[in-house]
């Protein structure tokens, strides 16, 4: 049973460069979402999908993008990075918000320089 | 807005000590709350879900109950392997789930 799995595990960026933190979940849900866990700050969602071709921000959408082509996957871009952006980065996934609980990815640790 | 607070922050705990870890939350229209168990490096992983004032779950050591305010997870005569970070959260809206700041416990041999 895979679950949930985030791709890569640790990543170092420079100010301004680019990347994509991949998740891809095999439970066939269609809720996916992406938080990212601060110290102090607790988990705070970026974006999330109801679906594939369909998403929305959360509460700290800006400098991140997302897109759903499919329903296994949900990448998650950073545009052009800054210090601001370390953090750990966790994708979840369920079948139905409100009603199930969350199925959480082990996380990316960033660290933009 | 809505707000869920833990206490303690932190907590270190013989083994065999019995405690209380406390999540109060003030939203509108519960719709639920759940607890997670994080491990160092390791994605949350989920515990339970409570939905009404006066229930309460169990697992092994644990015990969650709930109130109109707040829910208590219950940990008894705990051993080294429940050393972990303890979250609770709500949901919000359609989409998000709030999330307290965890409760970092400790259990020492």
């Known amino acids: 049973n895979a679950g949930v799995t985030q791709t890569p595990k640790f990543q170092v960026l420079k100010t301004g460069q680019s990347m994509t933190l991949q998740c891809a979940q095999d439970?066939?849900?269609?809720?996916m979402s992406w938080y990212r866990q601060d110290p102090g700050m607790g988990l705070r969602l970026i974006h999330y999908?109801?679906?594939?071709?369909?998403?929305d921000q959360g509460e700290v959408p800006n400098g991140y993008n997302v897109s759903r082509s499919t329903t296994e996957d949900f990448p998650l871009r950073l545009l052009s990075a800054a210090p601001s952006q370390t953090s750990v980065y966790f994708c979840?996934?369920?079948?139905?918000?409100?009603?199930?609980?969350?199925?959480f990815g082990n996380g990316t640790r960033l660290t933009v320089t | 807005e809505d707000q869920v607070t833990q206490s303690p922050e932190a907590l270190r705990l013989q083994e065999g000590e019995s405690s209380s870890l406390n999540c109060s939350y003030t939203?509108?229209?519960?719709?639920?709350l759940f607890w997670y168990r994080q491990d160092p490096g390791k994605g949350p992983e989920f515990l339970f879900t409570?939905?009404?004032a006066g229930e309460e779950k169990e697992k092994e050591r644990l015990k969650a109950t709930l109130t109109k305010k707040e829910s208590f997870l219950h940990i008894t005569a705990p051993k080294p392997e429940d050393s972990a970070t303890y979250l609770c959260?709500?949901?919000?809206?359609?989409?998000?789930?709030?999330f307290g700041q965890g409760t970092r416990l400790t259990i020492n041999p």
């Open positions: 979840a996934s369920n079948d139905r918000f409100g009603d199930s609980p969350l199925h």
């Open positions: 439970m066939n849900h269609e809720y």
């Open positions: 999908s109801v679906g594939a071709g369909i998403t």
């Open positions: 939203v509108s229209g519960l719709r639920g």
């Open positions: 409570l939905y009404s």
């Open positions: 959260a709500v949901p919000q809206g359609a989409q998000k789930l709030v």
